[in-house]
T-cell receptor
């Protein structure tokens, strides 16, 4: 069964610090991988999208990496801000599945002052 | 957030009630989706509409009934729900239902079934 596993489940960091969130997937075939940010009480918002041929992609202080060989992705957040507090969801596209997207459970990040 | 709107934002209903959730997208997209998000579980796809035609029904109980009158509007009609149906219901849209198109989500409706 195609799956997307994220770690850690939750994370607390101090404002200004960096952090890295992990995503491991077993989806095959694989087409692309997205990271979404979901603020509390809001819908997810797309941060990055990478195809299997891309190794890294940045969006401001967010940098996503992808290793298609080991089926791992990470989201690195630099100089964290209080507004980064949210759930970060890794989503992998599987052309063979219903709706095409396989969602991870997300990592809940809390940035403290 | 103005791209995809959902109403109401919060809903409390009894198991014998009938209610409807509404979703509207202003992005000119042709595909719309309903998802269920429960605590500590991944988003669960419920229904997919592409050009007003339902293309996926992901084994959803019949107490949930979708309606898509046009490409901009999507409804989820609810009747005789169970307490375990309490969750955040998210609507999304994308240009098409293809796997290359990014889905844009609404803010969700927080549903509580008593």
């Amino acid at each position: 069964k195609n799956q997307v596993e994220q770690s850690p489940q939750s994370l607390i960091i101090l404002e200004g610090k960096n952090c890295t969130l992990q995503c491991n997937y077993t989806v095959s075939p694989f087409s692309n991988l997205r990271w979404y940010k979901q603020d509390t009480g809001r819908g997810p918002v797309s941060l990055t999208i990478m195809t299997f041929s891309e190794n890294t992609k940045s969006n401001g202080r967010y940098t996503a990496t992808l290793d298609a060989d080991t089926k791992q992705s990470s989201l690195h957040i630099t100089a964290s801000q209080l507004s980064d507090s949210a759930s970060y969801i890794c989503v992998v596209s599987d052309p063979g599945s219903q709706g095409n997207l396989i969602f991870g459970k997300g990592t809940k990040l809390s940035v403290k002052p | 957030e103005t791209g995809v709107t959902q109403t109401p934002r919060h809903l409390v209903m009894g198991m014998t009630n009938k209610k409807s959730l509404k979703c509207e997208q202003h992005l000119g997209h042709n595909a719309m989706y309903w998802y269920k998000q429960s605590a500590k579980k991944p988003l669960e796809l419920m229904f997919v509409y592409n050009f007003k035609e339902q293309t996926e029904n992901n084994s959803v109980p019949s107490r949930f009934s979708p309606e898509c009158p046009n490409s901009s509007h999507l409804f989820l009609h609810l009747h005789t729900l169970q307490p375990e149906d309490s969750a955040l219901y998210l609507c999304a849209s994308s240009l098409t239902s293809g796997w290359t198109d990014t889905q844009y989500f609404g803010p969700g409706t927080r549903l509580t079934v008593l």
